[in-house]
């Protein structure tokens, strides 16, 4: 089975800062690794993915995460915050079972930044 | 062009109603994923379609929730004798798939969502 855990439900950040988001994960098997953002009210979008090629994923809207197989990590980075990153973050590792790809989520982290 | 679309975006039903949700995937997408995002649960995957087949059922919380795909495209995800525990709102994903070797799926892409109120 797999899981993923996102430390941290709350985080602030002041405009202009490094955003930060903490994602560990677990699987029996080399993982497809994702994370979405979710604004209010609307669905999830695909903010980057690891596929088991380049460790370092660089994605939309300046984030990149690293996947560290040594820590079973995959935390989400961001120089510089924007006012327009306020939204809630999930992380989510794929099953990849011929076809199926359904996702395991973390329960989210609500990202918030002070002007 | 066109994103997945879910229909209605908003649904508010009596205890014991059963009620019927859409979901539009992207054209030419044969993967079709629901999932269920509550306060109590999180985001949390349902049922899978590949085709008109649903070969993973594992998500569904009960036997009051069938889907159903037509045409292997537009998807129904039916409740009947709706509870409170089931309010929620319901996410449709769908993805492209290739088959060679093996069948590989790329990244869903979700609709708006189906906020549903059970009172």
């Known amino acids: 089975a797999q899981s993923v855990t996102q430390l941290g439900s709350h985080v602030s950040v002041s405009e202009g800062a490094l955003v930060l988001l903490r994602c560990n994960y677990s699987s029996s098997v080399p993982p497809y690794l994702f994370w979405y953002v979710q604004y209010p009210n609307q669905g999830l979008q695909l903010l980057l993915k690891y596929t088991s090629a380049a460790t370092l994923v660089k994605g939309i809207n300046g984030f990149e995460a690293e996947f560290k197989k040594s820590e079973t990590s995959f935390h989400l980075t961001k120089p510089s915050a924007h006012m327009s990153d306020a939204a809630e973050y999930f992380c989510?590792?794929?099953?990849?079972?011929?076809?199926?790809?359904?996702?395991?989520f973390g329960t989210g982290t609500r990202l918030t930044i002070i002007p | 062009g066109a994103g997945v679309s879910q229909s209605p975006s908003n649904k508010v039903t009596e205890k014991g109603k059963d009620v019927e949700l859409r979901c539009d995937p992207i054209s030419g997408h044969t993967a079709l994923y629901w999932y269920r995002q509550s306060l109590g649960q999180g985001l949390e995957f349902l049922i899978y379609?590949?085709?008109?087949?649903?070969?993973?059922k594992s998500g569904l919380p009960s036997d009051r929730f069938s889907a159903e795909r037509t045409g292997g495209s537009v998807s129904t995800l039916t409740i009947q004798r709706t509870q409170q525990e089931d309010s929620a709102v319901y996410l449709c994903?769908?993805?492209?798939?290739?088959?060679?070797?093996?069948?590989?799926?790329?990244?869903?892409?979700f609709g708006p969502g189906t906020r549903l109120t059970v009172t």
């Open positions: 379609f590949q085709g008109n087949s649903a070969p993973d």
């Open positions: 989510a590792v794929s099953e990849r079972n011929f076809g199926n790809e359904k996702l395991t």
């Open positions: 994903a769908s993805s492209k798939t290739t088959s060679g070797r093996y069948l590989t799926s790329y990244e869903q892409y």
